[in-house]
C-alpha cells in the first residue's frame, strides 16, 4: 500500500486492490483484459438476440430457466449493498462478500486496466461508461442481424430501435443493482477514527470533501444517473402506467412490444411487478447513502424493505412459474436473516459463535436455492430433449360452432386408440397456461375452422405457439368457415376481436399472427372438409379420425333398420347437432348394454330414407330428437320428427312402451303459432295430411326437452345423456349384469358421471336436485298413459341379488360390452 495516501488506501504502482490487499499486476493482464473485453462483448451479442427472440417462441422450460437466472442475479447483487453498509461483517462471511467482489466484472475490469496506472477517480468514470458503451454494441449487432450479408441469417423485418431498446432495457433491468451502487459510490462515505474527516467506502484514498477528484467523481455520478437510472425508470413508469391503454391503441403497440422486459416474467395481472422490483432495487442501492454511519438504521431500513416486497409477492404470487415464486421468497428470507445476525453482532459483542452459525446458515440456504434453482433448469433442459408430450392431439376450436364436433372427434380418436386429446372444458385448468400447453405437451395441433375460430383472440395465440414450436398441424373444414381475405389478413386488428388486449400480454404481434395464420391456410397444410365428405352423417366425423390416427378412409355400405331399440333424429344440415347425436348414440349403446344386455342405436341423419320414408319401429323403445336451430327449417327431420310422434301416437293406442325424448342444444328459439300457419306450411306444401302433421309437431313441443350444454365438461355432459338413458324404458328380455368390475381407461375418461354412480348399482340412482330417476320420469313417456307409482316401473338398474348371465369374469362382461357399444355406433360402416 502506498503509505501517503489517504487512509494507506491506494497501491503502489504495479498493484492493485483485490481482496482487501494489494496484488502486483502481473504480466499477464493486458490478455487478461483481452479476454474479459471479449468475453463481455459475446454477453452482450448473446443479450441482444436473446431478449428478442420473442416469449411467445419459447418453450416455458426455456423461460423458468430465464426467470430463475434473473431471479438469482438480482438477489445476489444485493449482497453487494450489504458488504457497503457501515459496520464489519462477522468472519467467515466478510471473505465470502469479498470472494463474491472477485468475480464481479467491475474487478475484473480494473486488474485487467491496471497496467496502465489510472487514478481512482479515473477508474471511476471508465466504470461509468461501461453501460452507456453497451448501447452501440447492442445497436451494431442489430443492425447486422437486419442487414447481414448472408441471406440465411439475415432478418430483414427487424425493427432496429424496438430491438435496440428491449436488449438494453433486459441488461439494464437485470443489473440495476450493480448500475445503481457503481453511481452512488461517491456519496457513500465514511468517518475517520477522529471524526474530523470522511473518506469513499469504495476508494479510501480519496476524501469527501466535494473537491478536485471527489467533485469530479460527483460530476460523473450525477451526469451517469441522468443518463442511465433516471430514464429507465421513468420509461418503465410511463409504460407500466400505459399498459392497459396500448392494449387498444395501434400507436402504443410498439412501445409495449419494446419494453416487454418488463412484463413477459410475470403474470398478465401482475404486469407491474416489473416496476415493482426496480423501486424494491432502487430503495436497497440508496440506504448506504440516506443512513450513512448509522448501522443499527441501515439493518432496520433493509429488513423494512425487504418484508414488505416479501410479503407483497407472496400475496400476488406474480412470477409465471410456481417455482419462480417460491424461490423468490426464500431467498428474501435469507437476506433478512443475513441482516437480523449482523445487527446481533452489532450489539451483542460477547457471543459471536451462534451468531456466525446463523450467518452461514443463510448463505447456505442462497447457496441451497441457488442450486435447486440449477437443478430446476436441468430437469427442465432433460424435460425438453427427451420429453414425452401428454397429448397427442389438440383441438382447438370455437366453442359456441364446434364443441360438438370436436368431442365427438375425442370419442371417435380415443375409442379407437390409446391416443390423448386436448380440449380446453374437459383438460384446461389455468387459462394463462393455454399456449404452453400447446408448445410443450402436444405432437399434433388440429384446428376446427367455422365462421368463427380465426376471428377469436384466443384461438389465434394457440395457432401461432403451433407455429412458433414447428408442430404438425391439420385442419378441419366445415360448411360454415369463409377463409380471410387478403385485405382482411393486412388488417387483423379489425377481422380479430380483442387481438390486442389478449395477445400482447403473451408477446404476440399482429404479425406473429398473421404468419401462423399463412402457414395454416397453406395448402400443403393437411386439409379434411366435411362438407366434400362422400360419407353422411356421423360418418364424416369418423372419417376425419381415422384420417388424423393415420388409418385411411372408410367406405359408407348399407344400413338395414331392423331391430333397433333407439332412434337418434337430429338435422342433417346442423354439424353440431349431427356430432352430438354420435356422442349420445355411443353412450347409450354403453349404457343399454350394461343395463339390459344390448340395444342398437341408430343415428336418423346416417340413413338416407328420403323425405317421404317412413321407419320400421317395430322393435323401437324410444326416439331421442335432437332439437336444434336448423330443425324447424330441414325437411327430412321435420318428415322424421312427424313420423315419430306418429308412431309414439300408435304404440299409446296399443299400450305399448315407446318414449319420445327431446332434447335441445343451446341458443334455440321454440317456434311460435305463426311459425306452423306459415313457415311450416311453405315447407310442408305438396305434401299429404298437413293438418295431422302440424299436430303432430305441436305435440311433440308438449313434451319436457332435456337442454345438453355441448360445450361443457365431459363430466356434465355424459350426467346429460345420462337423463336421456333414464328416460328410455328397459327392455322386456333384458340381462342382469353384476355391480362388480371396471372398464378401461378410455371409456372410463369417456362417461365418467355415468361410472361414478354405477358403482352404487345395488341403490336406486339419484342425482342431486332431481330425486329417484324411476319416479321423477315416470310420466315422460312421449303420452302413453303409465302409472306415476314408483314401484309399476321396472328399476334400469340390476338388484344386488342378481346373478350374472355370463360365466365371464366381470371386467371381461364389461370390457365386452365397451366393445360393443363402439362397434355399434358404426355396424353399417364398412372399414
Known amino acids: 500500500r502506498d503509505n501517503t495516501k489517504v487512509a494507506c488506501g491506494a497501491c503502489l504502482p504495479d498493484h492493485f486492490l483485490s481482496h482487501g490487499e494489494c496484488v502486483r499486476c502481473g504480466a499477464g493482464n493486458w490478455t487478461h483484459l483481452a479476454g474479459i473485453t471479449i468475453g463481455s462483448l459475446v454477453f452482450l451479442i448473446l443479450a441482444t438476440l436473446l431478449s428478442n427472440s420473442g416469449s411467445h417462441m419459447r418453450e416455458q422450460s426455456t423461460l423458468i430457466i430465464f426467470m430463475l437466472a434473473s431471479l438469482l442475479v438480482m438477489n445476489f447483487q444485493a449482497l453487494s449493498v450489504f458488504d457497503t453498509l457501515s459496520f464489519e461483517w462477522l468472519e467467515p462471511v466478510q471473505s465470502i462478500f469479498s470472494l463474491l467482489g472477485e468475480v464481479s466484472l467491475a474487478i475484473q475490469l480494473l486488474r485487467g486496466v491496471c497496467v496502465l496506472q489510472l487514478e481512482s477517480a479515473t477508474k471511476f468514470v471508465l466504470m461509468q461508461a461501461m453501460v452507456p458503451l453497451c448501447v452501440p454494441w447492442c445497436f451494431l449487432v442489430v443492425f447486422l442481424k437486419k442487414y447481414f450479408p448472408i441471406a440465411r441469417f439475415r432478418h430483414p423485418g427487424t425493427v432496429v430501435t424496438t430491438e435496440v431498446t428491449t436488449a438494453v ?57 441522468l443518463l442511465v437510472p433516471v430514464p429507465f425508470l421513468a420509461n418503465a413508469c410511463v409504460v407500466t402506467n400505459q399498459y392497459s391503454k396500448s392494449m387498444a391503441l395501434q400507436a402504443r403497440k410498439e412501445m409495449l412490444h419494446k419494453y416487454r422486459f418488463l412484463f413477459f416474467r410475470f403474470h398478465p395481472y401482475a404486469y407491474y411487478y416489473g416496476l415493482v422490483l426496480l423501486l424494491r432495487s432502487l430503495l436497497i442501492c440508496i440506504v448506504p447513502v440516506v443512513a450513512r454511519d448509522d448501522p443499527g438504521l441501515q439493518v432496520f431500513i433493509l429488513s423494512f ?5 416479501a410479503e407483497f409477492q407472496c400475496y400476488i404470487q406474480p412470477w409465471r412459474a410456481k417455482v419462480c415464486n417460491t424461490v423468490d421468497a426464500f431467498l428474501s428470507v435469507c437476506l433478512l436473516s443475513l441482516l437480523v445476525c449482523a445487527c446481533l453482532a452489532a450489539v451483542f459483542e460477547s457471543n459471536r459463535k451462534p451468531l456466525v452459525l446463523l450467518c452461514i446458515g443463510s448463505l447456505l440456504g442462497m447457496a441451497l436455492v441457488t442450486l435447486f434453482a440449477l437443478a430446476q433448469s436441468l430437469l427442465h433442459m432433460s424435460r425438453k430433449c427427451r420429453r414425452a408430450q401428454m397429448y397427442d392431439f389438440f383441438l382447438c376450436h370455437h366453442k359456441e360452432h364446434a364443441s360438438a364436433q370436436v368431442r365427438f372427434i375425442k370419442t371417435c380418436v380415443t375409442n379407437m386408440s390409446n391416443c390423448r386429446v386436448f380440449i380446453d372444458s374437459d383438460d384446461l385448468v389455468n387459462l394463462d397456461g393455454l399456449f404452453d400447453i400447446v ?66 400480454n403473451y408477446g404476440i404481434s399482429t404479425k406473429d399472427v398473421q404468419q401462423a395464420l399463412s402457414k395454416l391456410l397453406h395448402p400443403a397444410t393437411p386439409c379434411y372438409i366435411l362438407s366434400s365428405s362422400p360419407h353422411r352423417g356421423t360418418a364424416r366425423f369418423l372419417s376425419v379420425s381415422r384420417s388424423l390416427l393415420g388409418h385411411g378412409d372408410s367406405s359408407l355400405g348399407p344400413k338395414t333398420l331392423g331391430g333397433f331399440s333407439v332412434a337418434i333424429s337430429a338435422s342433417l344440415a ?108 311453405a315447407l310442408w306444401s305438396g305434401r299429404e295430411a298437413l293438418s295431422k302433421s302440424c299436430h303432430m309437431l305441436k305435440t311433440y313441443f308438449k ?26 324404458p328397459p327392455s322386456q328380455k333384458r340381462k342382469s349384469w353384476s355391480s362388480q368390475g371396471g372398464c378401461s381407461s378410455a371409456t372410463a375418461s369417456l362417461f365418467g358421471a355415468f361410472n361414478s354412480v354405477r358403482s352404487a348399482a345395488s341403490e336406486e340412482p339419484w342425482l342431486p336436485g332431481y330425486g329417484h330417476m324411476s319416479s321423477r320420469n315416470s310420466g315422460f313417456h312421449g303420452g ?48
Open 169 to 225: 432495457g433486459s441488461i439494464v433491468g437485470i443489473f440495476f443493482i450493480s448500475v445503481l451502487v457503481a453511481c452512488l459510490a461517491p456519496f457513500n462515505c465514511f468517518k475517520h477514527p477522529g471524526g474530523n474527516h470522511s473518506s469513499i467506502r469504495s476508494a479510501s484514498e480519496i476524501l469527501c470533501d466535494w473537491k478536485d477528484q471527489h467533485l469530479s467523481m460527483i460530476v460523473t455520478s450525477v451526469l451517469t444517473i
Open 305 to 309: 424493505i425487504i418484508i414488505v416486497f
Open 439 to 504: 408448445k410443450n405437451d402436444v405432437k399434433v395441433f388440429v384446428v376446427v375452422l367455422t365462421s368463427h375460430t380465426l376471428r377469436r383472440a384466443w384461438c389465434c395465440g394457440e395457432i401461432v405457439s403451433a407455429h412458433a414450436t414447428m408442430l404438425k398441424m391439420h385442419t378441419v373444414v366445415t360448411a360454415t368457415f369463409v377463409p380471410p381475405e387478403n385485405a382482411q389478413m393486412e388488417n387483423l386488428e379489425n377481422y380479430i376481436s380483442s387481438l390486442d388486449s389478449t395477445l400482447s
Open 574 to 681: 346442423d354439424d353440431e347437432a349431427v356430432a352430438i347425436s354420435g356422442f349420445i348414440a355411443v353412450a347409450l349403446r354403453l349404457q343399454l348394454a350394461y343395463r339390459d344386455g344390448g340395444g342398437e342405436v341408430v343415428c336418423l341423419c346416417d340413413i338416407e330414407v328420403g323425405v317421404g320414408g317412413l321407419l320400421d319401429f317395430e322393435e323401437a323403445r324410444a326416439a331421442v330428437v335432437i332439437y336444434s336451430s336448423s330443425t324447424l327449417h330441414c325437411i327430412e327431420q321435420l318428415a322424421s320428427l312427424v313420423n315419430i310422434m306418429e308412431i309414439a301416437e300408435a304404440h299409446q293406442q296399443n299400450q305399448t312402451q315407446f318414449t319420445v325424448i327431446p332434447v335441445h342444444l343451446p341458443g334455440v328459439v321454440f317456434p311460435s303459432g305463426k311459425y306452423f300457419e306459415e313457415d311450416f306450411a
Open 703 to 728: 313434451h319436457i326437452s332435456i337442454p345438453l350444454e355441448v360445450s361443457a365438461s365431459d363430466g356434465v355432459l355424459s350426467a346429460q345423456v345420462s337423463l336421456v338413458f333414464h328416460r328410455i
Open 784 to 831: 302413453t298413459a303409465s302409472s306415476s307409482k314408483e314401484e309399476d316401473l321396472p328399476s334400469p338398474w340390476p338388484s344386488p341379488d342378481a346373478g350374472v348371465v355370463d360365466e365371464k369374469e366381470p371386467q371381461t362382461q364389461w370390457n365386452d360390452l365397451v366393445l360393443h357399444a363402439w362397434e355399434g355406433q358404426f355396424a353399417h360402416i364398412q372399414i
